[in-house]
């Protein structure tokens, strides 16, 4: 099947200072990959899309300039938290949509492993 | 977007029982899929299921997409199936939209 990895799984840092998060797809390639945040025992939100080569998509209430995105490969994204605050904390997990794996059906999304960040 | 509700949302069992988590969806779907969220977060893929009845060891899922609903069952539950299970569906652009979820505790 379809390895999407994740890293780093958690992180601590100090309010103020950016996190960045890596996303790949190790036997795939993804031209289009997403970002979710989880808080506790609740839902994962879609924050945005991210496309290989341009622009990422913003959900609406998702500030672009604090949850910088690139795609510059077709197996990594990354998100970059910036000048982060203690209410950033919380539980980011990145997907990536297999495309082209199984014949005649859509595409299948598979998830990384979550990057829990703590903002202290 | 489409709108995924799932019920129960909480269900506690004792190990050996059977149980079915219910999805329904809004709209017309071309992709649904059943996850489950272990203890550290990770979610595992059940099954992909935009339509039809499959089956994997104990679980078996069925999703009847003319009444826009997808069955999951579980049986002869285990301690170890604890955890969260997602329904997530799309219908047009490309990311799944999540349901709230179950949160199944499984008793021994």
């Known amino acids: 099947g379809a390895v999407v990895s994740q890293h780093p799984s958690r992180v601590i840092c100090k309010s103020g200072t950016s996190v960045k998060i890596e996303c790949r797809s190790l036997?795939?390639?993804?031209?289009?990959m997403f970002w979710y945040r989880q808080f506790p025992k609740q839902s994962l939100m879609l924050m945005a899309t991210?496309?290989?080569?341009?622009?990422?998509?913003?959900e609406q209430g998702v500030e672009k300039d604090k949850f910088l995105i690139n795609h510059a490969s077709l197996t990594l994204s990354t998100l970059t938290v910036t000048s982060a605050h203690p209410e950033d904390s919380s539980f980011y997990i990145c997907?990536?949509?297999?495309?082209?794996?199984?014949?005649?059906?859509?595409?299948?999304?598979?998830f990384g492993q979550g990057t829990r960040l703590t903002v202290v | 977007g489409i709108q995924v509700e799932q019920s129960p949302p909480d269900l506690i069992l004792q190990e050996g029982a059977n149980s079915t988590l219910r999805c329904n969806f809004s709209?017309?779907?071309?992709?649904l899929q059943w996850f489950h969220q272990n203890p550290w977060g990770q979610l595992i893929n059940l099954f992909y299921?935009?339509?039809g009845t499959k089956q994997n060891g104990r679980l078996s899922a069925t999703t009847v997409a003319t009444e826009r609903y997808s069955l999951l069952y579980i049986s002869s539950s285990q301690t170890t199936d604890s955890g969260v299970y997602f329904c997530?569906?799309?219908?047009?652009?490309?990311?799944?939209?999540f349901g709230k979820g179950t949160s199944l505790l499984v008793t021994p």
């Open positions: 997907s990536a949509r297999a495309v082209g794996l199984y014949k005649n059906r859509a595409p299948e999304a598979f």
């Open positions: 036997d795939f390639q993804a031209t289009t």
């Open positions: 991210s496309n290989e080569g341009s622009k990422a998509t913003y």
């Open positions: 709209d017309s779907v071309n992709n």
């Open positions: 299921i935009p339509s």
């Open positions: 997530a569906a799309r219908n047009s652009g490309y990311a799944l939209n």
